[in-house]
């Protein structure tokens, strides 16, 4: 996009003791670095790096400022934002530049998924738009690292946020964004017990198990499996979908997946259209019989 604009890409990182953090920044091609080294920001507090933020972009003045649709990046965004007095568009999940008005065209799901829709802010600046991670594929730069670190003196305001405690998660953890074989379950599995199909499954073949919002939202699984506009963004080798149909608030969550196999009772549905292959029949029954032909042949995964 930069390169459409004839501009520069540059990068804010604020944190205490994270120059070396800028230098791997660094590695990926970046013009321009904006470092705010602080004691007061080595915990993260939505208050204090606002403010920050705000205050180099009115020094600065990007045309467009992106930022991760992460929970840190939902937070930062509306508040900086309303700050600037500009528009934001929210977990976009495609980028690109108007070639004759020289503008951001943010697309996001819209109506609840049931169509996507081409966001612009053709007056204020910046251009504002959060963006889901794992839409853009990570390719590291290969040139010489000529990138400058620039390290502008920022009023650090004193916040109103204190923290007092940390509690860790002890819940399972995973991002399910990386992973390179994913088996995910739908509601065309039935009952909750023959998710353990699907597991077993996943775990034959070198994969993490994946879900549709609908048996998140029946507490079948935790919310970290969930792919789709409410979930998470992935770009699987292999995507294997058991029982799910396939909506636009599905499929927007899938981004340049390699290989996409769809087991469902209904040929018309929407994932089968996007399958590379699909089986036509009960989810149920289907893994049954791939499983107990992987048993059989004691095959493994390539993947895996």
Request: hydrophobic share 40%.
């Amino acid at each position: 996009m930069a390169s459409k604009l004839d501009t520069e890409v540059s990068a804010i990182l604020l944190g205490h003791e994270v120059e070396g953090i800028a230098q791997t920044i660094l590695s990926y091609g970046v013009d321009n670095i904006y470092l705010i080294d602080h004691p007061s920001l080595c915990e993260f507090n939505d208050e204090r790096y606002a403010n920050a933020i705000i205050e180099l972009v009115n020094r600065y003045r990007p045309d467009i400022f992106l930022l991760g649709a992460t929970v840190r990046g939902r937070s930062l965004a509306p508040r900086i934002a309303s700050a600037l007095n500009t528009g934001l568009t929210a977990d976009c999940t495609q980028l690109d530049i108007d070639p004759e008005k020289k503008i951001l065209l943010q697309t996001r799901p819209a109506f609840g998924g049931d169509l996507m829709a081409t966001i612009i802010c053709p007056e204020c600046r910046p251009q504002m738009a959060t963006v889901r991670p794992g839409v853009f594929e990570v390719s590291k730069y290969e040139g010489k690292m000529a990138g400058k670190i620039i390290k502008p003196e920022i009023t650090i305001f004193d916040s109103k946020i204190e923290i007092l405690q940390y509690i860790q998660d002890t819940t399972e953890s995973f991002d399910i964004s990386e992973v390179d074989i994913i088996v995910a379950a739908g509601r065309g599995l039935g009952e909750k017990k023959n998710l353990k199909l699907v597991e077993e499954l996943a775990s034959m073949i070198g994969g993490q198990v994946g879900a549709s919002r609908a048996i998140v939202e029946a507490g079948w699984i935790d919310r970290s499996h969930q792919i789709g506009q409410s979930g998470n963004t992935v770009s699987p080798k292999l995507y294997i979908a058991c029982g799910i149909s396939g909506a636009i608030q599905h499929m927007v969550g899938l981004k340049s997946p390699g290989i996409i196999i769809a087991i469902n009772k209904d040929i018309n549905a929407p994932i089968m259209k996007a399958a590379n292959y699909a089986f036509v029949g009960d989810a149920v029954e289907i893994l049954t019989m791939i499983i107990n032909e992987i048993k059989k042949r004691g095959v493994i995964s390539r993947y895996k």
